[in-house]
């Protein structure tokens, strides 16, 4: 089968498509013919330590769709045939393994494409609105690079909970497009200069969650504009910044609560966990056209090194999808 590898270096990520034998699940895990799986910038920053050691090659991909091939001795829940997506490693193949733990059944009103672009962006944004981030409706949602994958499932998810989003982008013709996607109010801007507009949109209130996908850059903006226990999610740095200052004061005085949304040193376990109650209370909003995840385009598997390019650009709104039906 067709795969996708990548060595980080001290000269960058170097991407190459191999020709693999097809792997063959354990007792717990599912066999997926891959269909579509979507692009994380995250799996591709060196910084994130997601690669093994630096210099070593490694199958990448973190999230797919697809249909199962062949299922472990101890699955029930998945028959071959059905259509499955999920968290995994190695989705940039024509075929992954995925534990029966993450895999969720693909809505029947999906596309390969739709759904792969669930799993782990959306998982993501749920673990920072809902079981860290208590996000609530009428609630103030100030999302930091809000035209990325994560950044766009947090504004429709929040949008979806009830709460008034307020985004920041480099770009405002990104930031018109997502108007129509629930977004109330789009800053344009490239540095950190946005605290005294959050506090005037909000009325002085402040955001009660703020989402930062940006780095260590917004960091002290984003504690400048919090409101009284408000709280603030940690889910990337592309901005490479990883040392911010922190006011204490504003800490101590607004009951501030800050936390780190990452699957770095999560166990297997742990990630799993909060699967089953994604599946009860986002997947009905799927299945129903509530919820629709936002592709920016879709490109053919071959074409990764572009796609990847075009993503860390900062090009793109929503999701990067390779299409796997055709791999060659």
């Known amino acids: 089968m067709q795969s996708w590898w990548m060595q ?12 693999v034998a097809v792997p063959q699940p354990g007792p717990r895990q599912l ?55 999920g968290r995994c490693a190695g989705a940039f193949a024509e075929y992954a393994l995925l534990d029966a733990a993450e895999a969720m059944a693909v809505p029947a ?20 609105l809902v079981l860290q981030g208590a996000l609530k409706e009428g609630d103030w949602l100030l999302v930091n690079g809000v035209s990325s994958g994560v950044g766009v499932a947090a504004l429709q998810m929040g949008g979806a909970l009830g709460a008034r989003v307020i985004g920041t982008s480099t770009s405002q013709a990104k930031l018109e497009q997502l108007r129509s996607h629930g977004l109330v109010h789009g800053l344009c801007t490239r540095g950190a200069d946005f605290a005294p507009r959050v506090m005037e949109l909000t009325g002085r209130h402040g955001a009660d969650l703020v989402v930062n996908a940006v780095g260590g850059s917004v960091f002290a903006e984003d504690i400048r504009c919090m409101a009284f226990e408000g709280r603030l999610a940690m889910v990337g740095y592309v901005d490479g910044v990883l040392y911010a200052d922190l006011d204490l004061e504003a800490l101590h005085a607004k009951r501030l609560k800050l936390f780190g949304v990452s699957n770095k040193l999560r166990s297997k376990e742990q990630k799993a966990a909060a699967v089953p109650r994604f599946v009860a209370e986002m997947l009905p909003r799927f299945a129903s056209g509530a919820l629709r995840p ?18 860390e650009a900062g090009e793109h709104v929503g999701k990067i999808v390779l299409d796997v039906s055709a791999a060659a």
Do not use: Y
């Open 109 to 128: 009103n999906l596309g390969w494409q739709e759904a792969a672009s669930i799993p782990l962006t959306w998982l993501v944004a749920f673990d920072m």
């Open 8 to 19: 980080v270096g001290a000269q960058g990520a170097q991407l190459e498509q191999r020709d």
């Open 31 to 85: 066999l997926v013919r891959v269909r579509a799986a979507a692009l994380n910038r995250g799996e591709f920053v060196a910084g994130h330590g997601l690669h093994g050691a630096p210099g070593s090659w490694k199958a990448i991909g973190g999230e797919c769709a697809g249909q199962v091939a062949a299922v472990g001795s101890e699955v029930d829940a998945f028959r071959v045939g059905a259509r499955v997506m």
């Open 294 to 311: 936002l592709l920016d385009e879709s490109v053919e598997f071959r074409q990764l090194p572009q796609a990847k390019a075009r993503m």
